[in-house]
Structure formats: structure tokens, C-alpha cells
């Protein structure tokens, strides 16, 4: 008698085991499916945030913007900074920040972003005026693009510095620079580039 009670307490388990197990795959299941295929429905309802980062061309002579939809929860200017660090997702594209360089905070104060660095966007920096374009304006426009940031200032390490790579001032505040980046073209290769919605991006 005792062993067909517990083998009945334990087939209620399974079953609720399974049931849970379900619920979870349909939710994920229905999460991973808005993200792919309906990130503006997300954006719609407040779940999700489009967010757009500027990485160099293959050249390194033009930003081009790449589109991605994230959390709304995962989305402070730091946040955006972290993902521009990360690099593109999308082919054609190339990183504008350095290796190893991080963004340490960010702080917003009457539209100026201040973004501090660690000391590897100087160090690890290829250098040439046009790279050091592409780093300074990939971080500037990237954070313009957050409400209410409308000027961005550069710091390492918690100090003001007057160039990263000898070329470009940023003694002062710096304003977005859309004359950089690259217009779409006809095959529709530079402008617009989407990734889905990633819960940890």
C-alpha cells in the first residue's frame, strides 16, 4: 500500500514537473519569437527599445549605423556603450573601439553625456586621424541617439584627456556628426542593419 502511494505521489510530481516544464517552453518560446520576428511590437509596448550604434565601414572612412532592439531594462547610455564595445553583429562592419577598452560609466547632466574609459581606448588605439574619427564619432553619436543626450564629452579613467590618438580635440564637449556617416545605397548594404531583440546583449 505504501509503495502505490508514494508511486502516486510521484507521478503527480512528474506531471507537474512536465506541466511547469511546458509553460516555460512556450513562454521562452513566445518571447524568442517576438524578439525575431516582431521587435517593434515589442518597442510598441514598452518592452523593448530601439537602439542604434555606429560602428566604421570596412574602410574605416564612414560611420554606418547598425539597428538593434534590446530590453527596455538593459538600456542606459552605459548599456549602449557596453554594446557598441562588444563590436558589430553584422558583416561589412568594423569595431570602433579598441580591443580590451571599456566604458567604465556614463553620466547625463542637462543634455551632456559625460563617458568615461578605461585606459585601453588610448593604449590599444590603431591611430590615423580617420580611425580615431571613427572612435570618437562612433561614441558621440551612438549616446546623442539616447533622449536627452545632446552633447558627449570623453574621459580615461575618471581624467579629461586632449586627444585619444593625436588628431581629434576633445578638450571640449563634442556634438553628433551625421556628415559621417555613409547614406544607404542601392543594395541597401550601409544603412538600417537590424538585429533581434537579446535579453543579454
Known amino acids: 500500500m505504501g509503495r502505490s502511494r508514494r508511486g502516486g505521489v510521484a507521478v503527480r510530481l512528474g506531471r507537474w514537473a512536465a506541466a511547469a516544464l511546458a509553460g516555460v517552453i512556450v513562454v521562452g518560446g513566445a518571447w524568442w519569437a517576438a524578439a525575431r520576428w516582431w521587435p517593434q511590437a515589442l518597442v510598441s509596448t514598452g518592452l523593448a527599445h530601439r537602439v542604434v550604434l555606429y560602428f566604421a565601414d570596412e574602410q574605416a572612412l564612414r560611420l554606418v549605423p547598425e539597428v538593434r532592439y534590446v530590453p527596455a531594462w538593459q538600456d542606459r547610455p552605459v548599456d549602449r556603450l557596453r554594446l557598441l564595445a562588444g563590436g558589430p553583429r553584422s558583416g561589412g562592419l568594423a569595431p570602433v573601439i579598441p580591443p580590451g577598452a571599456r566604458p567604465l560609466l556614463v553620466r547625463v547632466d542637462n543634455g551632456l553625456a559625460v563617458a568615461d ?44 584627456v586632449e586627444t585619444l590618438a593625436g588628431h581629434v580635440d576633445l578638450s571640449q564637449p563634442l556634438t553628433p556628426d551625421l556628415s559621417l556617416v555613409r547614406p544607404p545605397d542601392t543594395r541597401g548594404a550601409a544603412l538600417g542593419r537590424v538585429t533581434r531583440v537579446l535579453p543579454d546583449s
Open 117 to 160: 574609459f578605461s585606459r585601453e581606448i588610448v593604449e590599444r588605439h590603431w591611430g590615423g586621424s580617420s580611425g580615431e574619427l571613427m572612435t570618437v564619432y562612433g561614441i558621440v553619436n551612438t549616446l546623442a541617439d539616447f533622449p536627452g543626450v545632446r552633447q558627449v564629452r570623453i574621459l580615461v579613467e575618471g581624467k579629461p
